[in-house]
């Protein structure tokens, strides 16, 4: 399967020349520390614009994707939410958190520790973020977590889209590199 990862030029070079570094990754997302790719290369051309907005190193920046071949590897410790639930959002919410927090209300699965090699799951929306910021600010209580979680669940299960984090280095085994475009505007790719 072919999976894309939205990032800076500057960043695509750095993965091409010297590998993928998980040392770079920021650490409370989603599914927690790790590369992230996705299927849909439409999220990915939206994360490259996000990303190279944010890039205030770089005078001038451009979004770019990365496009890798991923296959798959049952021999390693995965794990896949096939839905939007409960449980996919208290994993979530848990790699948002510090460990003591997530521990306090007893969000025990979680890959604060890397327990996952590989996690593939929907993609949340900014609210969780909130959530769990108003979790470490005691602008929520404990108890009325789990009230604040359903809020912003979609009635359907349905994603925002679909990801796919590469959490240790043996499982970066599983993607190859194919190629990276840089997006100079949207609708408009140049393959390099």
Sequence with gaps: MKVYHGTTLRNAIDICNAGIDLSKSNLHLDFGKGFYVTPDLEMAKNMAYRVAARDRQAKITFPTVVCFEYTENVELNNKKFYYEDLEWAKFVLAN?????????????????????????GGTADGSVANIASDLRYGKISPQDYELNLADFLKEDGSSYGTQIVFCTQRSLSCIEYIKCDIIKKRGDNHEK
Excluded: T
């Excluded at 521990?103 to 593939?120: G, K, P």
């Design 96 to 120: 948002r958190l510090s460990k003591e927090i997530a521990d306090e209300l007893a969000l025990v699965d979680s890959n604060i520790d890397l327990r996952y090699d590989i996690i593939i």
